[in-house]
């Protein structure tokens, strides 16, 4: 009876991939990040949980002092992130002090963010090489004729080590 008959799942699969996409989705009330924003996402996927003392201490070390994060900027973003349904909260009892809350993405979170990163990844590479020739131009640019040829030596040495060091983390 069954023999030589094909089920059609197509339409069902639809349905089902409907479905999956508003359960992962429905609780996202915001479709744009700032880059800080986007920032604080990708620190908290890396790590998979942070508390946001942490968070704090990563950002400081991924902005090499160009810039500071304070608890007074992170909290209220991290606050809007839950609100906004990226992020998911954990009370955890920290063993020499109080309770702290440590964040973690909601599946939604993490797939908006793979899908961003996936999309944008060959761009932002560019924009890292296009930033660096503009960087190191500047900074050469600056000092004296005589001194030029070996700042650009130099630079040479430092973005080699700094590429070094990225191929290893990676």
């Known amino acids: ?27 996202i009330k915001k479709s744009k990040l700032t880059p800080l924003e986007f920032t604080i996402i990708e620190s908290i996927f890396n790590n998979e949980k942070l508390s946001g003392y942490d968070l704090i201490n990563n950002l400081n070390k991924h902005f090499a002092g160009t810039w500071k994060a304070q608890s007074g900027t992170v909290y209220p973003i991290l606050s809007k992130l839950k609100k906004n349904g990226f992020l998911n909260i954990e009370h955890v009892k920290s063993a020499i002090g109080p309770i702290k809350k440590v964040y973690s993405l909601t599946e939604a979170g993490e797939e908006l963010l793979k899908a961003k990163v996936n999309k944008i990844f060959q761009e932002q590479l560019n924009f890292i090489e296009n930033f660096l020739v503009e960087l190191t131009s500047i900074y050469i640019l600056s000092f004296s004729k005589e001194y030029r040829e070996k700042k650009t030596d130099e630079v040479r040495k430092s973005i080699k080590e700094t590429f070094d060091n990225v191929k290893n983390r990676i």
């Open 1 to 27: 009876m069954w023999l030589g008959k094909f089920l059609d799942f197509e339409e069902d699969i639809k349905d089902l991939r409907a479905k999956i996409k508003e359960e992962i989705f429905d609780n």
